[in-house]
């Protein structure tokens, strides 16, 4: 059905904006906050133009306080409203993590379902932009491990429009994280009109049969562009953006390792307790019998995101070193 | 700053009194029953009948004074733990807080027509959000007001500072009610801050604070009723100051003898807020010993039927631990419920 419908060229930024004017329109319970997201529209520009279009009460700007933004939404979202938060920068979500764990994940759980919290935080993250120190963290592992909240990364402009809406009209609280370098790195045909994705789905976006690179977000395009190089040497990967990593559509990732047989897990996020051992431990559990080579990860080292840019590209995994996961999962 | 107060430290009427006979009456049997469910609580924990138990005795007037000005199918309440009495004097019932403190899921929601939160574990989170209850009632075009409780250690979280900025910035109907009850658990007030006056703080987010003898029932309640009028009139939010004190121990695990004098706690004692409002009762004429113990007569049956009551209440099942963790149970969620089943 929305492959039906007329399509715009937009990118990562447009195709977000789109989804909360869509939103603001189609719900008058739906308000956006954070700080900057009235007048200026974002520092990122997400918000553009819909203070000026739905007024002060929907759009507006709040202080400069993250468990103060976080607790505020989960007010709001108490008192039956629809709210999306957003956070400047995925690092600075740490003073809200007591809001964050104490609460939003499990107010549904601590209330038996009396009180809910229909909530959407987003957040940039990531690298690969030289931005200064903590506004290139990719914190989705701590998100995860968080009962009772969903965890949403987006890889393109079609996927972050349906996802986002699909988010907001989800009655449990979504992180919805959005990788800086893709805001006008990727742009791709969008969907007219309003549509949503269903959450907790994985897919394929590259079919193969040598070995898997599972990925999602900023990491996508980067195995994307590895396995066109593997595919010049006749190596064909298949690449599988993870896309929903609470919940996890493990069926689709067993099912690529049982084709391929070999498994390459990608994120940019330090290496240890990373979302990545999440899904090595998931495959190792369930999917151990396909295997004809150990999981390799590929990952940010056990280090801070390098504030010093010029040499951030030797932190955040790239296609060279996704290749070289590659050739020890095929020559083991 | 000036200390409202319209009671002596024996009950007798300083000046005349901003109640109605009809109210002062309904606001001592609000306390009353307060006080016996404490007094009854505590009983039930040492018979193991309960879990561990935290005790207002002693700020029983600072919670009622603010619940009575409150409708509980129209305004908010995020109490603390300590706020029992708030709770049930905004409209819990007596049984879903003794399931609340056996720690069994069956008490920890509110019935649909009270819109109270279940108690604040972690210290001031509840600010924020309150903060956030509040404005949504403005947005939602409701004269609904939100309240929260905290006590003094509450006021050293950053949620504290946050969520009273965000109010004042927003104009939101909140009331914060600090109760100072003189100590975080050991630590005395004197170590927590170095304002003498919590209500000060108000002053930083430009807004209206008030300092009030929180064993006074009558000073509490036409405070706060001030304060929700201001507030359902889009005046914003306001801070209370209860200067009250915890007479009992912080929780049923708590030893209060490492940490402080009975001195101390016997001089409080002595400005208790039941003596001081029965007394102001017995002072204009308006009770006697004979409705005092037909009072306690019918607190005690309606607290038996309460217990009752809960003890029908079926335990909590092993696959409950996975459910209400999201609107639609997750996989997850699904084969944990599947195997917890399977083990029973």
């Known amino acids: ?332 | 700053m000036d200390t409202v107060q319209y009671l002596d430290d024996q009950g007798k009427p300083l000046q005349d009194l901003p109640l109605s006979q009809e109210e002062l009456l309904l606001g001592y049997r609000a306390l009353r029953r307060a006080r016996h469910f404490d007094e009854r609580a505590l009983v039930l924990q040492r018979q193991g009948r309960l879990g561990v138990y935290p005790p207002f005795r002693g700020q029983e007037a600072a919670q009622v004074g603010v619940a009575l000005c409150l409708q509980a199918d129209h305004d908010w309440l995020l109490p603390s733990y300590r706020e029992s009495a708030a709770a049930l004097t905004f409209g819990m019932p007596i049984s879903r807080l003794i399931l609340s403190w056996r720690a069994d899921p069956a008490g920890w929601g509110a019935p649909p027509n009270v819109n109270m939160v279940q108690f604040y574990i972690p210290i001031a989170t509840q600010i924020p959000q309150a903060a956030g209850v509040a404005h949504a009632q403005r947005l939602l075009g409701k004269d609904a007001v939100a309240a929260v409780f905290i006590g003094d250690g509450g006021t050293s979280e950053g949620d504290f500072h946050e969520g009273l900025n965000f109010a004042s910035v927003f104009g939101a109907p909140l009331l914060v009610v600090v109760q100072n009850n003189g100590w975080a658990i050991s630590v005395p007030t004197h170590k927590q801050m170095k304002v003498k006056r919590i209500a000060q703080r108000a002053q930083g987010y430009g807004i209206p604070g008030v300092v009030v003898d929180g064993n006074d029932l009558v000073a509490v309640w036409s405070v706060a009723r001030e304060a929700v009028a201001r507030a359902r009139r889009g005046e914003g939010p306001t801070l209370i100051e209860a200067l009250t004190y915890r007479v009992a121990p912080h929780t049923s695990s708590d030893d209060p003898s490492r940490y402080r004098t009975e001195e101390e706690t016997a001089r409080w004692q002595q400005r208790d807020p039941i003596m001081r409002m029965k007394n102001c009762l017995l002072h204009l004429g308006l009770w006697s010993e004979a409705q005092e113990a037909e009072l306690t007569e019918a607190l005690e049956g309606e607290f038996l039927a309460a217990v009752e009551e809960a003890d029908q209440a079926q335990e909590p099942k092993p696959w409950e631990i996975v459910e209400q963790v999201y609107a639609e149970m997750q996989p997850d969620q699904k084969a944990a419920w599947n195997y917890l089943r399977g083990e029973v």
């Not at chain 1, 200026?40 to 819909?50: E, I, N, W």
């Not at chain 1, 209330?111 to 990531?126: D, E, H, K, L, Q």
């Not at chain 1, 151990?288 to 150990?294: C, K, M, N, S």
Request: charged share 25%; hydrophobic share 45%; aromatic share 8%.
């Open chain 1, 1 to 332: 059905m929305i492959a039906e419908r007329q399509t715009r060229v937009l990118n990562n930024v447009q195709a977000i904006n789109e989804a909360l004017d869509l939103a603001l329109e189609r719900d008058p319970r739906v308000v956006l906050f954070g700080e900057d997201v009235g007048v200026m529209g974002g520092v990122f520009r997400a918000s553009d133009g819909l203070q000026q279009k739905y007024g002060e009460q929907r759009v507006f700007d709040t202080p400069l306080a993250e468990s103060g933004i976080v607790g505020f939404g989960i007010g709001l979202a108490m008192a039956g409203l629809r709210p999306v938060a957003e956070i400047q920068f995925a690092g600075f979500l740490y003073p809200a993590l007591d809001q964050i764990l104490s609460h939003l994940g499990r107010m549904r759980h601590r209330t038996r379902g009396r009180f809910s919290i229909p909530m959407v935080i987003r957040a940039p993250y990531g690298g690969g932009v030289k931005t200064p120190e903590q506004h290139a963290d990719s914190p989705e592992a701590i998100l995860a491990h968080v009962p009772g909240v969903k965890v949403v990364i987006p890889s393109s402009p079609e996927r972050a429009k349906g996802l986002l809406l699909a988010a907001i009209e989800d009655p449990d609280p979504v992180f919805f994280l959005e990788a800086i370098k893709l805001y006008r790195g990727v742009k791709a045909e969008v969907p007219e009109g309003y549509y949503t994705l269903p959450l907790g789905r994985a897919r394929v976006v590259r079919e193969g049969d040598a070995a898997s690179l599972f990925c999602y977000g900023g990491m996508v395009e980067v195995c994307q562009k590895a396995a066109e190089v593997a595919a010049r040497e006749g190596v064909e990967l298949e690449v599988v953006d993870l896309e929903t990593l609470v919940p996890l559509d493990t069926e689709t990732i067993f099912a690529s390792v049982q084709k391929t047989g070999r498994a390459v897990v990608v994120y940019e996020a330090m290496r240890t307790g990373g979302f990545g051992a999440e899904v090595a431990a998931r495959i190792a559990e369930e999917a151990l019998d396909y295997l004809q080579a150990p999981i390799v990860r590929v990952a940010g080292w056990d280090a801070p995101y390098p504030p010093f840019s010029a040499v951030e590209n030797y932190y955040r995994p790239d296609a060279r070193r996704v290749l070289e996961a590659v050739q020890k999962v095929l020559t083991h």
